[in-house]
């Protein structure tokens, strides 16, 4: 068969097929999804932060359009509750990351991947309110900690308690950076692991000939390897802690309140437009850290198909 024919063949199966194929029908159950429970709520709530509201947080919808909620959100007070909010999350991030690295690496080297994964998934089996309510217990005046404080105390006084001043672990920034890593761990852990575990370990043992160190190697060679892993760990963690309500809530104070819960006690008092205002907030910022993963994930694909997207 001559190569004419050959394609004058394709051509009349693609044009059978065509009619048999309906395409772009099948993104309509999904786009119709998509458009009523993600892109018709976001537009309800950017409407809502251009309202006003009058003295008793009634919206005034007479009144037209307004950026009085923006102009409050960028005011100085707010100004420190956005520096607290994103010096929490980087903290808590960067400490999860730290943590992550080496429990994602050492679970995907394991002979006993299966047995790490149980563990790591069963505390999503337990409510994340309860795992708070567990921290509040340790961490508490009369809690594990402070219980284990006494211990020693006792033991280098001679079984003496008085003197002992119980340390103050919950309601503190530190409070609120702990639990967030405990909570978002497992988020961390599971996208490194799938990257290590794809990575070709035989590239790390070439570069050791060539001269480079094991610390060396790790960096130059394993961490750019599984970049996506890493930047897809970092955002499944940055982007909760940013907006968290819950943690803060119950294991922070008023000094150190966050976004997420100053948005719950405008939303409390019927000031809409300003906690839309702040939800567009961390709405924007939490799209900019989809739209980076994604596009880290096309560049490793391309690369992986010989730099065709």
């Given at each position: 068969m001559s190569k004419k024919d050959k394609v004058s063949k394709s051509t009349e199966e693609k044009e059978i097929y065509k009619p048999l194929n309906p395409?772009?029908?099948?993104?309509?159950?999904?786009?119709?999804?998509?458009?009523?429970?993600?892109?018709?709520?976001?537009?309800?709530?950017?409407?809502?932060?251009?309202?006003?509201?009058?003295?008793?947080y009634k919206i005034q919808f007479?009144?037209?359009?307004?950026?009085?909620?923006?102009?409050?959100?960028?005011?100085?007070?707010?100004?420190?509750?956005?520096?607290?909010?994103?010096?929490?999350?980087?903290?808590?991030?960067?400490?999860?990351?730290l943590i992550a690295l080496p429990c994602g690496y050492a679970m995907a080297r394991s002979k006993n991947q299966t047995t790490w994964l149980i563990l790591i998934i069963v505390p999503f089996l337990t409510s994340s309110l309860i795992r708070i309510y567990a921290w509040k217990t340790i961490l508490g005046e009369s809690g594990l900690v402070n219980q284990m404080g006494l211990f020693f105390y006792k033991l280098f006084h001679h079984g003496?308690?008085?003197?002992?001043?119980?340390?103050?672990?919950?309601?503190?920034?530190?409070?609120?950076?702990?639990v967030n890593i405990y909570l978002y761990l497992p988020y961390a852990i599971l996208p490194i692991f799938t990257a290590v575990d794809r990575f070709d370990f035989s590239l790390l043992e070439a570069s050791r000939d060539l001269g480079c160190s094991k610390p060396q190697s790790m960096i130059k060679i394993l961490l750019p390897g599984i970049k996506s892993g890493l930047t897809s760990a970092i955002i499944f963690t940055l982007i909760p802690i940013f907006g968290t309500y819950t943690v803060p809530d119950l294991v922070g104070d008023k000094d150190s309140m966050m976004l997420g819960q100053f948005i719950y006690q405008k939303a409390k008092q019927r000031d809409y437009p300003v906690a839309s205002a702040f939800s567009m907030l961390i709405t924007i910022i939490s799209m900019i850290g989809i739209i980076i993963m994604l596009n880290n994930n096309r560049k490793e694909a391309a690369l992986k198909n010989g730099g065709k997207k």
């Open positions: 395409g772009a029908f099948y993104g309509w159950p999904m786009g119709a999804w998509f458009t009523l429970f993600f892109v018709v709520p976001i537009l309800i709530i950017l409407l809502y932060s251009f309202l006003q509201v009058n003295a008793d007479s009144k037209g359009l307004s950026l009085k909620a923006y102009k409050y959100m960028f005011s100085k007070r707010n100004g420190i509750l956005f520096l607290r909010t994103v010096y929490i999350t980087l903290v808590s991030t960067a400490i999860t990351i003496a308690t008085e003197g002992f001043t119980p340390g103050k672990f919950i309601y503190t920034q530190g409070a609120i950076i702990l």
